[in-house]
């Protein structure tokens, strides 16, 4: 029997991305302990398949296909929220495109649309929720980031670099401002989880030699997987974590916990002495 404090029945939760590898798995956390979802996805027939996951669970779910990234996208997601269930305790912001390219070739126009799909969206849709959750007193906004938001991954990178670094200070600050106001915020930092949605696994297969380069910072000695991340997830949207708030949490295998010159057992190609 799992532990009250896990226990999300009677909360209602929005989930961005929800076609999406983590945002399809938080979604199927979400209801296993108990959660109402309004699922969302620019793509509709990922929404649908987490949809359906989902309902076989037992618990509500209402879905919409919209685009997270825009004002008016997200705009008909809150109408369709206070449509349906007038109230909103746990948020989730998975979606989040972004572009990459060399910095010295990177047109403005992607490092724009960058910073939007990560900062100014992501923050739209906290505002939204936080304003809701503000008036009844309570509620857990989640912010889904990277751990390239606080070191650098290199291969071009920079505007999601910045996207996700931006995510990781907006989330302090919307914390300390709502914390003493009962609205928590946390983020959580993945690192390297392949799935279908974010191309990483063929990225891998094209370039052998990047699977090597991901696993020599991951002490753990693997890649990590999409289901995993419904673990934190229910964590911070739960009274169990009801202290914590601010908090930038590593998924990420150990990456980075380990200096980037540092060894591990099991470690490819590795030469040092130990």
């Not at 309004?38 to 990922?46: A, G, S």
């Not at 693997?222 to 169990?240: C, H, N, T, V, Y």
């Amino acid at each position: 029997m799992s532990h009250p404090l896990f226990d999300l029945t009677g909360r209602v939760a929005l989930i961005t991305g929800a076609g999406g590898g983590f945002g399809g798995a938080i979604s199927e956390g979400f209801a296993e302990s108990g959660a109402d979802l309004l699922i969302t996805d620019i793509v509709p027939e990922t929404l649908q398949r987490t949809a359906e996951n989902v309902s076989k669970l037992g618990h509500r779910v209402e879905s919409i296909v919209a685009d997270s990234i825009t004002a008016d996208g997200i705009r008909s997601i809150y109408a369709k929220l206070d449509q349906v269930y007038g109230r909103i305790d746990i948020l989730v912001t998975c979606a989040g495109p972004a572009w990459t390219t060399r910095p010295e070739d990177l047109p403005l126009e992607d490092m724009q649309r960058t910073l939007n799909s990560l900062g100014t969206a992501k923050f739209h849709l906290c505002q939204e929720a936080g304003r809701r959750m503000l008036a009844q007193g309570k509620g857990s906004i989640i912010n889904i980031g990277s751990i390239a938001g606080a070191t650098s991954l290199g291969r071009g990178h920079v505007a999601y670099g910045m996207g996700m670094a931006a995510v990781i200070a907006m989330t302090r600050d919307l914390s300390t401002e709502w914390s003493g106001r009962g609205v928590r915020v946390n983020c959580i930092l993945p690192a390297q989880v392949p799935n279908e949605n974010n191309g990483l696994e063929a990225r891998m297969r094209a370039s052998p030699a990047l699977r090597k380069t991901f696993l020599r910072g991951l002490p753990m000695g693997r890649l990590g997987r999409s289901d995993e991340i419904k673990g934190p997830a229910i964590f911070l949207a739960s009274d169990a974590s009801s202290w914590v708030t601010g908090v930038a949490l590593p998924f990420d295998g150990g990456n980075l916990a380990k200096n980037s010159g540092g060894s591990h057992p099991g470690m490819p190609d590795e030469t040092a002495s130990l």
